[in-house]
Every structure is written in C-alpha cells, then in structure tokens.
C-alpha cells in the first residue's frame, strides 16, 4: 500500500519554526523526488521545495529561500523527507503537502499525502 504520511504541521508564533515530516513507504521512492508543497486560502498549490532523489539537488521558491532546508533519508523501505521552516510568517500559512514524482514535472507528481496544516499567528 502506497502511503504518504505527513507530520509536524501545528500554530506557531511569527519568528518560530517548524520541522515538516513526510514518510514515504509502498513504493521504491528512493527513485523519485521528493516534494513540499502548500495551499493557502484562496490560493492555488504551490510548490515550496523538492529534492532530488540523489538527495543533493534541491529548490526553493523565493518566499522560503533562506528559511527552508529540505533532506531526505531512506531506511527500512521509507523514504523520510523532512523541511525544517524557520523565521516562519503569516503568509506561509496554509495546507502543506508532501508529494513524490518527477524532479522536472513537479507539475505532476503522482503520488500525495493528505497534508498537514501550518498556521502562522503575527
């Protein structure tokens, strides 16, 4: 059974942190990248970072570049991707997904946990 686990989502203050977990299990996602994505009320997904399955190559969107650190491990058949966010803002409120595909489609990545909620308070 394909499964996508997310964990670590809460209420934070402005300025605190987060650690986002997703463990990845059902399928060999040591072949895919590994992605974190949010929805912000009112707002469409977007993808906030994702990491290759080298586990070298990542990316950042703007709005989380220098605040944001993704990794990735792989242990008894799961893939643990994790995003430490720091300096957190009321605007990275929102849904946030852990999904896993294509490094260069994140577009379409095809397989999708059930996201974990992340609330900012100023």
């Known amino acids: 059974q394909i499964r996508l686990l997310e964990s670590g989502g809460g209420l934070v203050q402005s300025g605190g942190s987060l650690r986002l977990s997703c463990a990845a299990s059902g399928r060999t996602f040591s072949n895919y990248a590994m992605g974190w994505f949010r929805q912000a009320p009112g707002k469409e997904r977007e993808l906030v970072s994702q990491i290759h399955y080298n586990g070298n190559d990542t990316y950042y969107a703007d709005s989380v570049k220098g605040r944001s650190t993704i990794s990735r491990s792989f242990a008894e058949g799961t893939v643990t991707t994790i995003l430490q966010m720091n300096s957190l803002k009321p605007e990275d409120t929102g849904v946030y997904y852990c999904?896993?595909?294509?490094?260069?489609?994140?577009?379409?990545?095809?397989?999708w946990g059930q996201g974990t909620q992340v609330t900012v308070s100023a």
């Open positions: 999904a896993a595909g294509d490094w260069y489609r994140p577009d379409q990545f095809k397989y």
